[in-house]
């Protein structure tokens, strides 16, 4: 009895200090994180804050929740609602910024936690590891801010003012190189769960992660989050493979920049949208974009009108198109698949999208799967507790 106890323990710190599991893949290939420093868990949100900001390279376990909900305490400040208001299941917006317009009916004393609006400072060479499913960061958000190779795996962050919009985003990368976000879950997030500021965020992968918008406060007022991802910066290569979005309302996700000598490009493979209220892709300008092997079920707007209006180039691959890929990326492309009621899918055949592709790195481009098993696979492999 007192072998079997030993080799438990000894069993479960081997799991624990193992840190990531698998290598970045996609636009993120290279990205090691904190490499083979020794795993350690922090004792307190003051040591994960402080680790986290430090310019060690750290493989850093969250073995529990870190909550930062009151660290800074309340503040208050002026700004509006539209449509319906906190009591009627809306969302604040903070300040003056969004607060223009006939629609908006105006608030003097709003009172929110600080904590929402100052993210966590993560450094380079960082590995952030959730552990088993007890991996939680609760009221604060982490901002990748002109760092390089940062690995955020197998966390759940959650909670960050889920009333007001401007109370903070769950995840901000900006200025910024080798980043790789996978197995994270995100849900009760007052802006947005994934944002880039306007400069760049470089080498980006994004990987079997579960976008939960079920939510009491919605800006939409029904229920389910609007601000998901918003990806703006300036020269920009995005992987976005394997994740599981639903009860979303928009920006699910919305990408490009209004730099005009930026070259972003994007590709989305074998995704899940379900149950969605509003739009997925709602693409901007001076991006190049391959949207291939994606099942979208129960969606109103699988992609935006306007999306195809842009100076931009998709190629959002439906029946009859998917050998035109073989010449330029070496291999044909995956239809997509639009089921269960939701709206049509605009195909776009622009070749152009896929030679930025291949000029980003063939090294980068993630091999495509049959739709056939997407639903179940997202369902099953992504979001916290399934690395």
Same mark, same amino acid.
């Given at each position: ?6 080799? @438990? ?23 090691? *994180? ?7 868990? =922090? ?36 700004? @509006? ?13 903070? #300040? $003056? ?18 904590? *929402? ?40 962050? !959650? ?28 849900? &009760?997030? #007052?802006?947005?769960?994934?944002? !880039? #500021? ?33 990806? &703006? #910066?300036?020269?920009?290569? @995005? ?13 699910? =996700?919305?990408?490009? $920049? ?66 035109? @890929?073989?010449?330029?990326? *070496? ?53 916290? *507790?399934?690395?």
């Amino acid at each position: 009895m007192r072998l079997f106890i030993f080799a @438990c323990i000894a069993l479960g710190h081997r799991a624990i200090a193992t840190g990531v599991s698998g290598e970045a893949f996609g636009m993120a290939t290279g990205t090691t *994180g904190g490499g083979s420093a020794t795993a350690a868990a =922090p004792s307190d949100t003051a040591e994960l804050e402080s680790w986290l900001s430090d310019d060690v390279a750290r493989v850093i376990l969250i073995d529990k929740a870190f909550d930062f909900t009151d660290s800074l305490g309340t503040t208050t400040g002026s700004g @509006c609602y539209q449509d319906c208001d906190v009591a009627q299941g809306g969302q604040d917006y903070i #300040g $003056t910024l969004s607060c223009s317009g006939s629609t908006m009916t105006a608030l003097s004393d709003i009172e929110y936690y600080a904590a *929402g609006a100052s993210p966590l400072l993560v450094g380079s060479n960082k590995s952030i590891v959730g552990v088993g499913t007890e991996g939680v960061i609760k009221g604060r958000g982490l901002r990748v801010y002109g760092a390089t190779n940062v690995i955020i795996q197998n966390v759940f962050v !959650t909670d960050i003012n889920p009333e007001h919009v401007w109370g903070g985003d769950a995840i901000t990368i900006q200025e910024a190189d080798k980043v790789w976000i996978d197995h994270c879950k995100f849900s &009760l997030i #007052g802006r947005q769960m994934i944002v !880039t #500021g306007y400069d760049a965020a470089g080498h980006v992968t994004i990987s079997n992660n579960e976008f939960d918008g079920n939510t009491d406060w919605s800006a939409t007022c029904n229920r389910q989050h609007y601000w998901t991802l918003l990806l &703006l #910066g300036a020269k920009d290569y @995005c992987t976005f493979y394997g994740n599981y979005l639903h009860d979303l309302s928009g920006r699910a =996700p919305h990408y490009g $920049t209004t730099d005009n000598d930026a070259t972003n490009v994007f590709h989305a493979v074998n995704n899940y949208f379900e149950n969605m209220a509003g739009h997925a892709f709602d693409i901007g300008p001076n991006t190049w974009s391959l949207i291939e092997g994606n099942v979208f079920s129960n969606v109103t707007t699988p992609m935006t009108a306007d999306s195809t209006e842009q100076d931009s180039a998709i190629f959002n691959v439906l029946s009859g198109s998917t050998s035109e @890929c073989a010449s330029v990326i *070496g291999r044909d492309c995956v239809e997509n698949e639009v089921i269960d009621n939701s709206g049509s899918l605009t195909g776009v055949s622009d070749t152009t999208a896929l030679t930025y592709l291949a000029e980003a790195g063939t090294e980068y481009i993630m091999s495509a799967s049959s739709t056939s098993d997407v639903a179940s696979s997202a369902k099953a492999n992504a979001g916290i *507790g399934k690395v």
